[in-house]
């Protein structure tokens, strides 16, 4: 609504004890304008009300609302947060989730932990290791599972949880490496549990259900059953296959019959627990169950009285003509006499018999084909089908703990996830592992230990079944159908785990499998799921697989550890969870029993698995993850970076430690690429040193107004340097002045400890002009001030890329000892694959008063001390008169620079006549004749030859006497150096002309701010006529030692 106001009216002071009136601000104590009859003021006042909406409220911020939200919108988005689909095309609007904590994560939970495992394998397990051991183990198991509990509430209450399940939370609190392999690692986690659901509802109907359902006989031998759950298996994972492609809501329905079957078994067990009547009677021998249906009844001896081939029923009687057939010869009969004859036990004493849990106390492993401990089965024995042992058992058992991400799998379809996901699932692992571990006793209690360990049932049938009450068939077919449904739900859960990662774009080889089917399904990541899935039904064995689907969901929980470890020891800002019952050490520990758990079930397992791991992760880390989701790994690496810079001193490392950690000025064209791209392939040939590199450019402009091209720069430096594969950063930088900024830049880069020691500054071409001569000298004088070292290559273009290989010599020119950064960037620069064929060779500069020959053995010695080698010289600088030649180029330096001071140009007429006077390098090094003519005069005259162009001379000149009584006679101190870079420079070409590299020392700069355009008229004498030069100047420090 929108609000009046009289401007005339309202003032500060009334507003404050105004009131709202029917959308009006009014004045206490005043009639508004239009109540006043007759004042000529109101038609001022009308014309001055301003009529203020909803959307003006806010005039003051109306700029930032172009680009932000106000503080509603962005509450109902939050509010409204849906996570994205996984697939492209566009879906219909979801009803919002309604699943509590009970229905959304409790008893889907629970029905996936409670699996076939528990019916099938623990009574097996409780009589190989005993009540003890399997209880101990089972308790591991468990534990294992509820610390992984407390673990996974800590992570999925630190946030909104999308729909994605464990992967989301990994990948976005690890990382896209982590990320994509705990991805994977679920994907065939779920697969092969998939495949083992399979072969576990195949075992209970061909072997228990319907055994005339056989194809091959006799289930008894296990290569024969594995035969048929092969087949029976494949076609059930077709089947299954078929359901999950048409009729995914079909799962859900199934789903709620599973819960309901599963929930009657477990009440079956236990009510057959307390069951007192001993009950199942098992023929046996020796103590050891006895195949084959064999009957416990009355003898009848009308029933063999008949042909032994057309025998239907079997006795357990010592006058059996078949027990006495298959046992004839063996070490219970010898010449028809039974040594021990078979009797019939009680298979199930049930709870009331107290001597059944103390006889199953102690473990009884047997090795495969054993019917007691070191005792191979004779006749129809029941024998071990597979060698036992703890830490087999770990691995099987393991299986009867997973499914605790189920909860955390339907995140999005819950109605407050950072509740329900917590209570649920801890509620979940507790009530399955009380199941499973009372189970250990109950089974422990009630059953025989020889009927406990007919793994297969040979004798009469499946333990846990026959022990229930009322009847066999509730566990049979409660959990018949909860194998079945389990195995459907991973086959479901597993493509669009599958179709996710794809869509993350992490592994470019599965973004194929990111494609829907033409009925929205993920149909081409469910054909993969399904051909893996096969390839564990081939393997037939419940026992073989489950090890394998243990590995990959113990590697999941490591992972999931690792993360609640990683974030809660970094204690980021962002890691707030609202569960708070948990603590990194706790986590940790976990982290440690998986990894313990991983090994027991069996270390080339463990290696399998974590090898497929390491390859996902080094493989996205190749391909180069751009996901970035605020992950933990990165919250570690700055943390340690933290701790280090804070750790490293400020002062300067000890020279044991040092190594060149370099700051480069590199200067980009109007195209954002750099001006000379070898600097860069440069600086990646000293990367043996193990340093950083920081590199900068600086844009000419206002921040401000080129934010775009700056960060367009960046980029394109930034891709040079990977390029290059460089170790470093770039950072470019806009600034008004370039001259003033560079400097800065030189001091103030880096950070702490890790700040630069050495500055990259390539040799100015067009360095005669002032601008140009003031900014180089001028960074050589900031970094001589702060002690860097600086290295000026000069020729860069001459200069190798990465892919050259350099042959010949790298000389090194010691003039001046400032740290033996000379000796140590030679080394460096070796060590690279573009330098490694080079010889070094090391030349010292001596006098004619040093003893050379002293000289050079004490060179060969300081070589030796520093492990590096050379062959060294000494150069001996003669003392001969300053030659006319050294003696005119002064003369003319000084005159110019001189003159174009005087003349003060402009910055055109600067370059005019800096191209007017004659360059120095066209008179020969042996020319030692001077004109009678005022050198400088002759230069002039030179240039008007060449150019055509008349040129002011100093004759013409008003004040010509001054300047001829000044510049005729060249200083002393100019003249030296001249004579110094002279006779440096002819020495250097003399025996370095075609060396692969030169490196000499770089003088101070001068002193005095006007000698500086001297001060490169010297370096270039010094390096004229060489292609590739690198001018070194140490920092002060001490970079290399004899001393270990």
């Avoid at 729909?163 to 779920?190: C, D, H, M, T």
């Avoid at 509620?427 to 297969?456: E, K, P």
């Avoid at 010297?1018 to 140490?1034: H, I, K, M, S």
């Amino acid at each position: 609504m929108a609000t009046r106001f009289n401007v005339a009216d309202v003032t500060l002071e009334t507003i404050r004890d105004g009131e709202q009136q029917n959308g009006e601000l009014t004045t206490p104590n005043r009639p508004s304008a239009p109540d006043i009859p007759g004042s000529e003021e109101n038609a001022n006042v009308a014309k001055n009300q301003i009529t203020i909406t909803s959307e003006s409220n806010f005039a003051l911020y109306e700029d930032d609302f172009e680009q932000k939200q106000r503080v509603p919108a962005f509450l109902s988005s939050m509010v409204q947060h849906n996570a994205p689909s996984a697939s492209p095309k566009k879906e219909k609007q979801k009803k919002s989730p309604k699943l509590g904590t009970v229905m959304g994560v409790y008893l889907p939970c629970v029905q996936n932990i409670i699996g076939v495992i528990l019916f099938i394998r623990l009574p097996w397990a409780v009589g190989e290791a005993g009540v003890g051991e399997c209880f101990l183990i089972m308790f591991i198991c468990c534990l294992c599972a509820f610390l992984t509990t407390i673990s996974l509430s800590a992570i999925a209450t630190n946030g909104v949880v999308p729909a994605g399940g464990p992967y989301f939370l990994i990948s976005r609190n690890l990382g896209p490496e982590f990320g994509g392999s705990a991805g994977l690692v679920f994907y065939f986690g779920n697969t092969f549990a998939a495949a083992l659901y399979m072969l576990g509802s195949i075992e209970l109907l061909v072997v228990y259900i319907a055994p005339q359902m056989a194809i091959f006989e006799p289930l008894t031998d296990p290569d024969v059953l594995y035969n048929n759950m092969r087949v029976y298996g494949t076609i059930l994972l077709i089947l299954t296959a078929i359901i999950v492609f048409f009729g995914v809501k079909f799962i859900s329905i199934v789903g709620v019959v599973s819960m309901v079957m599963v929930l009657l078994a477990c009440l079956a067990i236990y009510a057959g627990a307390f069951d007192p009547r001993p009950r199942v009677q098992i023929c046996t021998l020796d103590g050891v169950a006895l195949e084959g249906q064999i009957s416990c009844s009355s003898y009848n001896y009308s029933d063999v009285s008949e042909v032994y081939q057309n025998i239907t029923k079997r006795y357990c009687h010592p006058s059996d003509p078949y027990l006495r057939q298959v046992f004839n010869g063996t070490t219970y009969m010898k010449n028809g006499e039974w040594l021990i004859e078979p009797m019939c036990k009680i298979g199930v004493p049930g709870l009331m018999a107290t001597n059944t849990i103390n006889e199953n106390a102690a473990s009884m492993y047997l090795k495969e084909g054993e019917a007691k401990p070191g005792q191979q089965g004779q006749g129809i024995q029941v024998t071990a089908n597979v060698d036992a042992d703890f830490f087999v058992l770990v691995g099987i058992l393991f299986n009867a703990v997973t499914g605790i991400m189920a909860g955390s799998s339907r995140s999005g379809d819950l109605k407050d996830a950072q509740k329900s996901i917590p209570t649920g699932t801890i509620l979940a692992t507790l009530t399955t592992s009380m199941l499973s571990l009372t189970c250990v006793l109950i089974f422990g209690g009630t059953v025989s230990r020889f009927y406990l360990q007919d793994q297969l049932g040979s004798s009469v049938g499946l333990p846990v079944a026959l022990m229930a009450w009322p009847s066999k068939w509730v566990i049979l077919i409660g959990a018949f159908v909860a194998s079945t449904v389990a195995g459907l739900q991973s086959l479901a859960s597993a493509p669009k785990l599958l179709q996710a990662i794809a869509n993350d774009h992490l592994i470019p080889i599965l973004n194929y499998f990111g494609r829907p089917g033409f009925n929205g399904e993920p149909t081409f990541a469910l054909l993969l799921t399904v051909c893996l899935a096969e390839v564990g039904v081939l393997i037939a064995s419940v026992d073989s697989v489950a090890p394998i689907s243990t590995m990959f969901f113990l590697i999941l929980d490591l992972l999931v550890h690792v993360a609640c470890t990683l974030q809660s020891f970094l204690k980021a800002p962002n890691w707030r969870p609202r569960f708070h019952y948990y603590h990194w050490t706790v986590s940790l520990f976990g982290a440690l029993l998986c990894i313990v758990l991983m090994f027991f079930s069996g270390w080339y397992y463990a290696l399998s698995a974590l090898a497929v791991t390491l390859l996902v992760y080094k493989y996205i880390e190749y391909r180069g993850a751009e996901k970035e989701w605020g992950d933990g790994i990165r919250g570690l690496s700055l943390q340690a970076a933290r701790y280090s810079l804070l750790k490293l001193e400020e002062t300067p490392p000890h020279t044991k430690n040092w190594r060149p950690q370099v700051l480069v000025l590199c200067k980009l064209d109007r195209n954002f690429i750099p001006a000379q791209p070898k600097i860069l392939s440069f600086i990646s040939q000293l990367k043996a040193g193990k340093g950083l590199a920081l590199i900068y450019s600086v844009l000419e402009g206002i921040y401000t107004n080129n934010v775009a091209e700056t960060s367009a720069a960046k980029m394109s430096l930034k891709r040079f340097s990977d390029e290059n594969k460089i170790d470093g950063f770039c950072t470019v930088v806009a600034a008004p002045n370039v001259a003033t900024t560079l400097p800065i830049i030189v001091q103030g880069a880096g950070l702490g400890g890790m700040r630069h020691n050495t500055v990259v500054i390539l040799w100015p071409d067009s360095w005669k002009t002032k601008d140009t001569w003031e900014l180089f000298v001028g960074i050589i004088r900031v970094a001589s001030c702060a002690q860097l070292a600086v290295l000026v290559p000069k020729g860069i273009d001459w200069f190798p890329s990465k892919k050259d290989k350099m042959k010949g010599n790298i000389d090194v020119w010691w003039v001046v000892h400032d740290g033996g950064l000379l000796m140590l960037l030679p080394f460096l620069l070796k060590q690279h694959k573009v330098w490694k064929h080079c010889t070094l060779r090391i030349f010292t500069v001596a006098e004619p008063t040093d003893n050379s020959i002293q000289i050079k053995k004490d060179l060969e010695n300081f070589m030796y001390q520093l492990r590096l080698e050379a062959v060294v010289s000494v150069v001996e600088l003669t003392d001969s008169d300053i030659s006319a030649y050294t003696y005119e180029r002064t003369l003319v330096m000084e005159q110019r620079n001189y003159f174009l001071q005087r003349l003060n140009l402009n910055r055109k007429e600067r370059s005019r006549e800096m191209g007017l006077i004659r360059r120095p390098s066209v008179i020969p090094a042996h020319e030692e004749v001077m004109d009678t003519e005022d050198p400088s005069v002759q230069a002039i005259r030179m240039s008007e030859l060449q150019t055509g162009e008349t040129v002011t001379t100093p004759a013409e000149f008003p004040n010509h006497q001054e300047l001829d009584t000044t510049l005729t006679k060249p200083m002393e101190g100019n003249v030296r150096r001249m004579n110094t870079s002279v006779k440096l420079n002819k020495m250097i070409k003399k025996t370095s002309t075609d060396a692969a590299l030169v490196i000499v020392n770089l003088p101070s700069p001068p002193k005095n701010k006007n000698d500086e355009k001297n001060y490169m008229e010297f370096l270039d004498v010094l390096t004229e006529g060489l292609p590739r030069v690198l001018l070194v100047r140490g920092g002060g420090r001490e970079v290399i030692t004899i001393f270990s």
